[in-house]
């Protein structure tokens, strides 16, 4: 049984930050690529970051490339989210989001396995 579990969401000041978490259970973190994506109101879900299987290399999308960061602990099965200077924007749900792929997928439809979310709130 695959489940997935994010963490640490809540409500942040603009310009703070916060660490999401993502516990896997039923599948080796190692083995999958994992996927950021986040979904505002009234908003389609969209891509936010992705980490590679293997080698670990991460690919960002454009609106939080540079304040974002993902991570991993193998050892915990557990991936991260860090986010800094955050803003209204990145209000929204975030899901981490599992695939058995080397590609770095930045497409929703394409990740087998999805967390319940977390919401996250940034107040001006």
């Known amino acids: 049984q695959v489940r997935l579990v994010e963490s640490g969401g809540g409500l942040v000041q603009s310009g703070g930050s916060m660490k999401l978490s993502c516990a896997a259970s039923?599948?080796?973190?190692?083995?999958?690529?994992m996927g950021w994506f986040r979904q505002a109101p009234g908003k389609e879900r969209e891509f936010a970051g992705v980490?590679?299987?293997?080698?670990?290399?991460?690919y960002y999308a454009d609106s939080v490339k540079g304040r974002f960061t993902i991570s991993r602990d193998n050892a915990k099965n557990t991936v991260y989210l860090q986010m800094n200077s955050l803003k209204p924007e990145d209000t929204a749900v975030y899901y981490c989001?599992?695939?058995?792929?080397?590609?770095?997928?930045?497409?929703?439809?394409?990740?087998?396995?999805w967390g319940q979310g977390t919401q996250v709130t940034v107040s001006s």
């Open positions: 980490i590679r299987r293997g080698d670990g290399h991460t």
């Open positions: 989001a599992a695939v058995s792929s080397a590609l770095l997928l930045t497409s929703a439809r394409l990740y087998t396995y």
């Open positions: 039923g599948l080796t973190l190692s083995s999958y690529t």
